[in-house]
């Protein structure tokens, strides 16, 4: 198993003179802990997380410009600290050297570089442009789709299944599959993450269901915060 098959895609992104406002309010709405910020030509710029913005001024945090972290880092060290907690763009508090996979990665590959690095999540970039994102949830969801598809039958190429109810999926208006990841294991099809309203599920589960070669869906979705 590989990057591509377990990554969330497409990725929410924005662009480097985003404000600060705008990425904190997108984050809440989509119910995430960081953003990719890409160029206008769709490349990889850096990485926004909760990280590099719970030390904002404007909630109060601490002042650690303090005589001791100027003689340990100096005046420099003072100046990166005050765009951290001060800057009102993307481009002024965000991560610039992003650890990156691609989508050949193998799964094992990517839980060694989020344990050794500390890290939440990493980017799967093609030729510098990122085509999803890999978390530790995907990772968990990924070993406990398998674990339950050991006893399923074998399916042709569970890749095009995958990239074909991804596809039906970008066509609904319906759908926001941002919220949403798709294992397929066997011919099964896992959901994972989160649908708006229970007709969404149902439809979901219809969607796959109308895929050739898919053997069954099984929902893990969190339960919907409407009854529809």
Do not use: C
């Not at 198993?1 to 924005?14: E, N």
């Not at 490349?43 to 003689?71: F, M, P, T």
């Not at 650890?99 to 030729?127: G, H, S, Y």
């Amino acid at each position: 198993m590989h990057a591509r098959d377990i990554m969330t895609s497409p990725v929410i992104t924005a662009r480097p003179n985003s404000s600060i406002l705008d990425l904190i309010g997108l984050m809440l709405e989509k119910h995430i802990s960081a953003i990719l910020i890409e160029t206008s030509d769709r490349k990889l710029a850096g990485l926004v997380s909760e990280g590099d913005l719970i030390r904002r001024s404007e909630i109060g945090a601490r002042d650690y410009s303090s005589w001791w972290l100027a003689a340990i880092g100096g005046k420099l060290r003072l100046a990166d600290d005050f765009v951290k907690t001060h800057g009102m763009k993307a481009e002024e508090v965000m991560t610039l050297d992003v650890i990156t996979v691609t989508e050949e990665t193998p799964v094992w590959q990517i839980a060694e570089i989020l344990e050794k690095n500390r890290i939440k999540r990493v980017p799967v970039v093609l030729e510098g442009s990122v085509v999803g994102i890999v978390s530790r949830a995907n990772l968990l969801q990924a070993l406990a789709t398998r674990r339950e598809a050991l006893s399923a039958q074998p399916a042709a190429n569970d890749r095009d299944l995958r990239e074909k109810i991804l596809q039906t999926l970008e066509k609904q208006a319906w759908s926001d599959i941002s919220h949403l990841n798709v294992v397929v294991q066997n011919g099964v099809v896992y959901y994972w993450g989160r649908a708006g309203s229970n007709t969404e599920r149902k439809a979901l589960k219809v969607a796959a269901e109308n895929i050739p070669g898919v053997k069954d869906v099984v929902d893990h979705m969190h339960k919907a915060t409407t009854l529809v």
